[in-house]
């Protein structure tokens, strides 16, 4: 064990010390997408290289060689000082590390700058009505047309479809061949006559998700990633980057700590709820539980780091990090308890009612970005070798 | 930056678990149990040979002078194979103990003696992390009375007592005034027992007045045993996908129904984050001293959470056979079942975890 970054790190740590400390109150303070005040910290940040670190210049990225240590200390220390990092988002989160890996040259040059500005936000249209965990099942169709290819059907869970300029979708365009090989991937403009969207309000009553309908969407020709029927292997590039990044334990720990500064100072029946010692019991297993996922956590870092084993510690983190976090948040709801029933303004109201919102969102992480089944699907057939379903389909037609 | 086993952990643990494989499988353990065998010194014989004892033995005494994550490394594959042995006693808590709080000459006495295996040790703890009924043991002018209750690795050379002041005290098994009467309990892969002590002269090592000693040792003991029983936990859940993958019903085999998978899957997600747990708790354990009790109370609880759901589980996708004497599963089960109860509980430790932080 040498849990040291070493000392080269730690003074490129001080720098992004540094750096954040003299520039925070240039950060954005809840600025809409595309304001003048996110674009001009996001640039500064690709400029100082603490987002788009590794992306090529030629790209808009700040050209840096990859870091995997150097990485984590950026976020470690975003994250420590509360300051906003650069932007996330699908479209910088998943279709810019897709397009690097199998885009053209010009689609690269094309859409990977003004994504990595936000002058171009992206929504991603895989999940259907009835493509949900059975994804590549979907059914929305491409025909190609002349130069152009029609798209029509729907899409469902679309994050942000209202606010995005343009669709990074997966559609069927070779109906007769088995269905991991029929999909393509196309990218869209969110104008184009033949999309409407509806707002799909979800339990948080948050208007995030949309239903998108396509009607004879007509999309050129050359705006697809990867070849025809490829669109299932362009779409599993990424979808590993996002299952990655939900259920981070340093932010579980950072909702722990403000649980346990709450029990402290809130009172029932004259007593701090601290001193309740059933309370404090479930605290603590809780305490236990995000230690553990944060050390695999960093297991799974140092794995990346010294290319060694550690896949079964890699595929339980999002399974773990999300039942983790909505645990937490309904254990800090019985501790307040009827305080922890406030949502909306009244003097009651704790943390802005964010223990009822990140219980119930975290109860949607836990679905959302393959359910937990499909976790235990993957850890018992990948992890332990175990065999796989049984093809119901597949049988019938035999 | 590594967080892991080093290369040397890891031969550390191949060639205790090879040795344990080929020379204590569990037909060797069942036969110690079902004998009521005090020792198994062909076992214990072996691991001295692989330099267990001396583990935690500084070189100038024959030792090795390895670390914690080197001896829970070594208590996890003992764990893995419920393997009948004085190990945590001899080899972690009576040298941690005389390091800490022995003289020179004390140092010199016992410490080769455990580096080569000639001496081994049992420890009476049980009444610094609970004392039951009227257990306690006083010391007045060098010599022992009272009684010690649930003292572990019973059948030894030599004790390591605590007494009522917090303590720490070396006593020879055939000391005049001792007398020791097994406890059976449900793990029968671990003896323990009551002593009595009457005007029973002991070897009493330093005493800070703080009980410092005694808590590192009580600490590296809870780290110890959770690293027994993440060996355990692992060996269940292996031996459940193979006998999953061997079982058929339905015209498959019962690894292929989703409600088994899950249980496997569920298993494995939470033995390998306790796995990083245990390793950060016995890195600090030399590295962090600040941080480690709070670790062991953390990994102490927690891997007895994780213990009792694998012991379950894994039983349950044993389906019939997990529930015989036949298959043996049972005696992973109660080793398990042992460390829970060790050295505090888990609500207990959790408490104490509450108060390294100040909430209570």
Same mark, same amino acid.
């Given at each position: 064990?040498?849990?040291? @970054?070493?000392?080269? @790190?730690?003074?490129?740590?001080?720098?992004?010390?540094?750096?954040?400390? /003299?520039?925070?109150?240039?950060?954005?303070?809840?600025?809409?997408?595309?304001?003048?005040?996110?674009?001009?910290?996001?640039?500064?940040?690709?400029?100082?290289?603490?987002?788009?670190? /590794?992306?090529?210049?030629?790209?808009?990225?700040?050209?840096?060689?990859?870091?995997?240590?150097?990485?984590?200390?950026?976020?470690?220390?975003?994250?420590?000082?509360?300051?906003?990092?650069?932007?996330?988002?699908?479209?910088?989160?998943?279709?810019?590390?897709?397009?690097?890996?199998?885009?053209?040259?010009?689609?690269?040059?094309?859409?990977?700058?003004?994504?990595?500005?936000?002058?171009?936000?992206?929504?991603?249209?895989?999940?259907?009505?009835?493509?949900?965990?059975?994804?590549?099942?979907?059914?929305?169709?491409?025909?190609?047309?002349?130069?152009?290819?029609?798209?029509?059907?729907?899409?469902?869970?679309?994050?942000?479809?209202?606010?995005?300029?343009?669709?990074?979708?997966?559609?069927?365009?070779?109906?007769?061949?088995?269905?991991?090989?029929?999909?393509?991937?196309?990218?869209?403009?969110?104008?184009?006559?033949?999309?409407?969207?509806?707002?799909?309000?979800?339990?948080?009553?948050?208007?995030?998700?949309?239903?998108?309908?396509?009607?004879?969407?007509?999309?050129?020709?050359?705006?697809?990633?990867?070849?025809?029927?490829?669109?299932?292997?362009?779409?599993?590039?990424?979808?590993?980057?996002?299952?990655?990044?939900?259920?981070?334990?340093?932010?579980?720990?950072?909702?722990?700590?403000?649980?346990?500064?709450?029990?402290?100072?809130?009172?029932?029946?004259?007593?701090?709820?601290?001193?309740?010692?059933?309370?404090?019991?479930?605290?603590?297993?809780?305490?236990?539980?995000?230690?553990?996922?944060?050390?695999?956590?960093?297991?799974?870092?140092?794995?990346?780091?010294?290319?060694?084993?550690?896949?079964?510690?890699?595929?339980?983190?999002?399974?773990?990090?999300?039942?983790?976090?909505?645990?937490?948040?309904?254990?800090?709801?019985?501790?307040?308890?009827?305080?922890?029933?406030?949502?909306?303004?009244?003097? %009651?109201?704790?943390?802005?009612?964010?223990?009822?919102?990140? %219980?119930? %969102?975290?109860?949607?992480?836990?679905?959302?970005?393959?359910?937990?089944?499909?976790?235990?699907?993957?850890?018992?057939?990948?992890?332990?070798?175990?065999?796989?379903?049984?093809?119901?389909?597949?049988?019938?037609?035999? | 930056?590594?967080?892991?086993?080093?290369?040397?952990?890891?031969?550390?643990?191949?060639? +205790?678990? =090879?040795?344990?494989?080929?020379?204590?499988?569990?037909?060797?353990?069942?036969?110690?149990?079902?004998?009521?065998?005090? =020792?198994?010194?062909?076992?214990?014989?072996? #691991?001295?040979?692989?330099?267990?004892?001396? #583990? #935690?033995?500084? *070189?100038?005494?024959?030792?090795?002078?390895?670390?914690?994550?080197?001896?829970?490394?070594?208590?996890?594959?003992?764990? =893995?194979?419920?393997?009948?042995?004085?190990? &945590?006693?001899?080899?972690?808590?009576?040298?941690?103990?005389?390091?800490?709080?022995?003289?020179?000459?004390?140092?010199?006495?016992?410490?080769?003696?455990?580096?080569?295996?000639?001496?081994?040790?049992?420890?009476?703890?049980?009444?610094?992390?609970?004392? $039951? $009924?009227?257990?306690?043991?006083?010391?007045?002018?060098?010599?022992?009375?009272?009684?010690?209750?649930?003292?572990?690795?019973?059948?030894?050379?030599?004790?390591?007592?605590?007494?009522?002041?917090?303590? #720490?005290?070396? +006593?020879?098994?055939?000391?005049?005034?001792?007398?020791?009467?097994?406890?059976?309990?449900?793990?029968?892969?671990?003896?323990?027992?009551?002593?009595?002590?009457?005007?029973?002269?002991?070897?009493? &090592?330093?005493?800070?007045?703080?009980?410092?000693?005694? =808590?590192?040792?009580?600490?590296?003991?809870?780290?110890?045993?959770?690293?027994?029983?993440?060996?355990?936990?692992?060996?269940?859940?292996?031996?459940?996908?193979?006998?999953?993958?061997?079982?058929?019903?339905?015209?498959?085999?019962?690894?292929?129904?989703?409600?088994?998978?899950?249980?496997?899957?569920?298993?494995?997600?939470?033995? *390998?984050?306790?796995?990083?747990?245990?390793?950060?708790?016995?890195?600090?354990?030399?590295?962090?001293?600040?941080?480690?009790?709070?670790?062991?109370?953390?990994?102490?609880?927690?891997?007895?959470?994780?213990?009792?759901?694998?012991?379950?589980?894994?039983?349950?996708?044993?389906?019939?056979?997990?529930?015989?004497?036949?298959?043996?599963?049972?005696?992973?089960?109660?080793?398990?079942?042992?460390?829970?109860?060790? &050295?505090?509980?888990?609500?207990?430790?959790?408490?104490?975890?509450?108060?390294?932080?100040?909430?209570?």
């Amino acid at each position: 064990m040498d849990l040291s @970054y070493g000392p080269e @790190y730690e003074a490129f740590r001080q720098g992004v010390r540094e750096f954040i400390e /003299t520039n925070r109150d240039r950060a954005p303070r809840g600025e809409a997408m595309k304001s003048d005040r996110v674009q001009s910290w996001q640039k500064l940040l690709i400029d100082n290289g603490y987002t788009a670190r /590794t992306i090529p210049r030629e790209y808009g990225g700040h050209g840096g060689e990859p870091d995997i240590i150097k990485a984590r200390i950026i976020g470690e220390e975003f994250a420590r000082s509360q300051t906003p990092g650069g932007l996330g988002g699908q479209g910088i989160s998943m279709l810019v590390p897709t397009l690097l890996e199998l885009g053209t040259e010009e689609q690269k040059k094309r859409f990977v700058p003004p994504t990595l500005a936000g002058e171009m936000i992206w929504c991603q249209g895989y999940s259907e009505p009835n493509a949900g965990s059975d994804l590549a099942s979907l059914r929305t169709s491409a025909v190609l047309d002349g130069d152009e290819w029609v798209v029509n059907g729907s899409k469902i869970w679309t994050s942000t479809a209202h606010l995005a300029d343009w669709i990074f979708c997966l559609v069927r365009t070779e109906p007769d061949a088995p269905k991991h090989q029929g999909i393509s991937f196309l990218l869209f403009k969110m104008d184009t006559p033949g999309i409407e969207i509806q707002p799909l309000v979800d339990m948080t009553m948050a208007r995030n998700f949309n239903e998108v309908f396509f009607t004879d969407v007509r999309v050129p020709k050359e705006q697809i990633v990867g070849k025809r029927g490829e669109g299932w292997f362009v779409a599993n590039a990424i979808l590993g980057h996002e299952r990655d990044s939900l259920g981070d334990p340093n932010s579980t720990l950072t909702r722990l700590n403000r649980l346990i500064e709450i029990a402290r100072q809130e009172t029932v029946g004259g007593q701090r709820l601290i001193d309740n010692p059933v309370f404090r019991d479930r605290m603590m297993k809780i305490q236990a539980r995000v230690m553990s996922l944060r050390f695999n956590d960093q297991r799974v870092l140092s794995s990346r780091i010294n290319n060694t084993d550690a896949r079964l510690a890699r595929m339980i983190s999002k399974l773990q990090g999300t039942e983790l976090r909505h645990d937490l948040e309904g254990l800090a709801i019985d501790i307040m308890g009827e305080i922890g029933l406030m949502y909306g303004r009244s003097d %009651y109201l704790t943390d802005n009612g964010s223990w009822q919102q990140q %219980y119930m %969102y975290f109860l949607g992480l836990i679905i959302g970005g393959g359910t937990s089944q499909i976790q235990k699907n993957i850890i018992s057939e990948r992890g332990l070798g175990m065999p796989k379903e049984p093809k119901f389909d597949q049988q019938a037609k035999a | 930056m590594e967080f892991g086993l080093s290369e040397q952990q890891t031969a550390l643990q191949d060639s +205790v678990n =090879r040795f344990l494989d080929e020379k204590a499988p569990l037909e060797r353990v069942r036969q110690y149990s079902e004998e009521r065998q005090e =020792r198994a010194d062909d076992i214990w014989d072996g #691991l001295v040979e692989l330099g267990l004892p001396a #583990l #935690l033995v500084p *070189e100038s005494q024959g030792g090795i002078e390895l670390g914690a994550l080197d001896a829970a490394v070594a208590c996890e594959c003992l764990g =893995r194979h419920v393997t009948p042995s004085p190990f &945590l006693s001899t080899a972690v808590l009576a040298p941690t103990a005389i390091k800490l709080a022995g003289s020179e000459e004390q140092q010199n006495r016992y410490l080769p003696e455990i580096a080569n295996g000639s001496a081994t040790f049992g420890a009476a703890l049980s009444e610094a992390t609970g004392a $039951r $009924r009227d257990a306690g043991v006083s010391a007045t002018r060098g010599k022992l009375n009272g009684k010690a209750l649930f003292v572990i690795d019973l059948y030894s050379d030599n004790y390591l007592v605590a007494d009522t002041d917090n303590q #720490l005290h070396i +006593v020879p098994s055939d000391a005049s005034g001792l007398t020791i009467n097994t406890l059976p309990q449900i793990d029968r892969t671990r003896p323990i027992g009551e002593i009595t002590f009457n005007s029973t002269p002991s070897d009493a &090592l330093a005493d800070d007045g703080q009980g410092s000693a005694l =808590r590192a040792v009580i600490d590296i003991g809870r780290v110890m045993i959770a690293a027994d029983t993440l060996g355990a936990s692992q060996e269940m859940l292996d031996q459940s996908v193979q006998y999953a993958m061997g079982r058929e019903q339905f015209n498959r085999v019962i690894a292929s129904f989703q409600a088994v998978k899950h249980m496997c899957a569920e298993m494995a997600a939470e033995i *390998e984050p306790s796995r990083a747990l245990l390793w950060y708790a016995a890195h600090t354990i030399d590295e962090d001293p600040e941080e480690s009790h709070l670790n062991a109370c953390h990994t102490k609880a927690h891997l007895s959470e994780v213990g009792s759901f694998i012991g379950k589980t894994a039983t349950i996708v044993h389906g019939g056979m997990g529930f015989t004497d036949l298959l043996g599963l049972h005696y992973w089960f109660k080793r398990i079942g042992y460390n829970r109860q060790i &050295l505090g509980g888990p609500e207990s430790v959790r408490e104490e975890a509450a108060s390294a932080q100040g909430l209570c």
